[in-house]
């Protein structure tokens, strides 16, 4: 036989291992994802399950919603990120909440499921463009699901749409609650890397000192984006390595595994939907309103008075979107009725960190407000 022979014998043998390798890949993501359905779908008769593709903001969006029982209040889930989607991630989480409320997932204008090939004007991204998406899905699911107030629960920079729609739309709304509450991206870069550089004082850890003392100013006025950009992986490593980022004592990396996971195996993607979302989504989706993202302050821009209750579930070791401008802000509001409940082992990811402690707030703070009783 001669070399060429060989060489292509060779070659043959490896593109058939890969081949093979990829079929057996797919068949286990489909056996993944009958599993997956059969543990989450909803069998109960009045129940409630459906992913559609609703006209919002003149594009086609994704929005998931299940339930135990339909006559149950509704409770939409705003995600955070910008660009962290929550539909094929959050099947397993919420499954406990849906015995008290019919949640809803939406995932936001070009992530996630809601991707679409970019056009400048349909598929265009700012603040106002956010609010005004957010608003017509509430509009969306009042009309839908024949509601004439939800309840509306926003995540990190989910709590910046969320807050906006209690003092737009009050009148849509049982209660609002915040986990990790957003106030201004300034103020939470500069108080998360003053927290830390006083740990690593307190510490005594010089390495780490010199590092974050040469980041400053933090973040720089002249140039917000890039100085952001350019240390955030370094502060969000440190953070994590002192269980005071997203989910106590675990890594960036571990994270975006975890999440990965439940994305790709969920049942709700196609394998080309999972290409589409790896283009979009994340990053993409952040970078296309940063400047106006950076320049936010909710609290100058929504004031101080509402007329809807508002409860803010707050991390006690949350420096990413610092409890301590949380805690300042939450003292100056006027609601109704008003309460912040403090998750003393949980950092930014309250669901993730303390599960069983969020789904009795749920139900014993929040879910009494749906019958217009404050306990």
Request: net charge positive.
């Amino acid at each position: 036989m001669s070399v060429a022979s060989i060489v292509l014998y060779c070659a043959g043998l490896i593109i058939a291992g890969l081949i093979a390798a990829v079929l057996a890949l797919v068949w286990a993501r489909r056996q993944a994802q009958k599993q997956c359905r059969l543990d989450y779908s909803v069998r109960e008769p009045k129940g409630i399950e459906s992913l559609d593709f609703v006209e919002i903001g003149g594009i086609k969006q994704a929005i998931h919603i299940r339930g135990r029982d339909r006559n149950n209040p509704v409770l939409l889930f705003i995600h955070g990120g910008p660009g962290m989607a929550q539909i094929g991630w959050y099947d397993a989480m919420q499954r406990p909440w849906e015995d008290y409320f019919t949640v809803v997932q939406w995932d936001q204008r070009q992530v996630g499921k809601s991707y679409s090939k970019p056009d400048s004007k349909k598929t265009a991204i700012s603040t106002e463009q956010m609010l005004t998406d957010s608003e017509e899905v509430v509009a969306y699911l009042r009309k839908h699901l024949n509601k004439d107030r939800i309840f509306i629960m926003g995540w990190s920079y989910g709590t910046y749409l969320g807050m906006h729609l209690v003092k737009r739309k009050p009148e849509w709304i049982h209660a609002y609650i915040a986990l990790g509450q957003f106030t201004s991206p300034m103020d939470n870069f500069r108080e998360e890397h003053a927290l830390l550089l006083q740990h690593a004082v307190d510490t005594n850890n010089k390495e780490l000192e010199k590092d974050l003392r040469a980041m400053m100013p933090r973040i720089d006025p002249n140039n917000k984006l890039a100085s952001f950009l350019v240390h955030s992986g370094k502060i969000g490593d440190e953070l994590s390595k002192i269980g005071k980022a997203g989910r106590r004592f675990i890594g960036a990396w571990e994270f975006i595994g975890m999440t990965n996971y439940s994305l790709y195996l969920s049942p709700h993607y196609s394998l080309i939907e999972l290409f589409r979302v790896r283009k979009g989504g994340g990053w993409p989706s952040f970078m296309a309103f940063a400047d106006s993202f950076m320049a936010s302050n909710l609290p100058m821009e929504v004031g101080n008075q509402f007329a809807a209750p508002i409860f803010f579930f707050t991390g006690r070791h949350d420096w990413h979107v610092p409890y301590s401008l949380t805690d300042q802000w939450f003292q100056k509001i006027q609601a109704p009725y008003k309460e912040q409940v403090w998750f003393e082992e949980s950092a930014h990811m309250i669901p993730h960190e303390e599960p069983g402690k969020m789904l009795v707030a749920l139900v014993e703070k929040v879910l009494p407000l749906a019958q217009q009783k404050i306990n």
